[in-house]
């Protein structure tokens, strides 16, 4: 079955720790994109990308990062940089231009 | 100004009402406009997209786009309890294809 995948799903983590949040794909899709949302509000854009080995900050970048060495992953590092991760961190991909975003599960980070 | 701005709600209906919906966006360049229905918990799921100016039906969901307003409404007809979730309006914009949300608004539909 075609889907994205995120992992893990849940994930604890200590203050000053770095985490990485897996996303794979396989819909053959040129776009992925990784949001972040809090209890309440909407998703905001942290990293898109578009091709692969190119990627662009969305609005809220500072303290994470991101790769796409591959078309089918693309993950997400929250740094010791990141003053409040906690939250739902969600993983979307796209066929490009106009069309829509196909969600993964979500992996929701605490930090303790 | 926010990208895409919606009302918070809550927004609560009876069985059987009409939802409206409402999302309003600032970027007239943007290309097309999604729905996503969100239940608590959960990642979100599209309902509807719309490319063109006017309205487009899908069973009991009907979106509607008017660009010269920059306005994108839902409406939900014969609402069921099961629409209770929290709706995102998402628009992608036109100068590279980034696709922005709104804070989404509340439904409640009660039996």
């Known amino acids: 079955d075609g889907g994205i995948t995120q992992s893990p799903k849940y994930l604890f983590r200590k203050e000053g720790q770095n985490v990485t949040l897996s996303c794979e794909q396989n819909?053959?899709?040129?776009?992925m994109y990784w949001y972040r949302q809090d209890p309440g509000q909407g998703l905001r854009l942290i990293y898109y990308?578009?091709?692969?080995?190119?990627?662009q900050k969305g609005d809220i970048a500072e303290g994470y990062s991101v790769s796409r060495e591959k078309k089918e992953s693309f993950p997400l590092t929250v740094t010791s940089a990141q003053k409040n991760p906690t939250a739902f961190y969600l993983c979307?991909?796209?066929?490009?231009?106009?069309?829509?975003?196909?969600f993964g599960e979500g992996s929701r980070l605490t930090v303790l | 100004q926010k990208e895409v701005e919606q009302n918070s709600g809550p927004l609560s209906v009876p069985e059987g009402a009409i939802a409206s919906l409402n999302c309003t966006y600032s970027d007239r360049g943007s290309q097309s406009f999604f729905w996503y229905r969100q239940y608590s918990g959960k990642s979100p799921e599209l309902i509807m997209f719309i490319y063109s100016n006017g309205d487009k039906e899908d069973g009991r969901f009907t979106a509607q786009l008017n660009k010269a307003s920059q306005y994108v409404s839902l409406l939900i007809r014969d609402s069921q309890p099961s629409d209770s979730a929290t709706y995102l309006c998402a628009v992608k914009l036109g100068n590279n294809n980034d696709m922005r949300f709104g804070a989404g608004t509340r439904l409640t539909v009660k039996p």
């Open positions: 979307a991909s796209s066929i490009g231009g106009p069309g829509e975003l196909f």
């Open positions: 990308s578009q091709i692969v080995n190119d990627f």
């Open positions: 819909l053959n899709h040129d776009a």
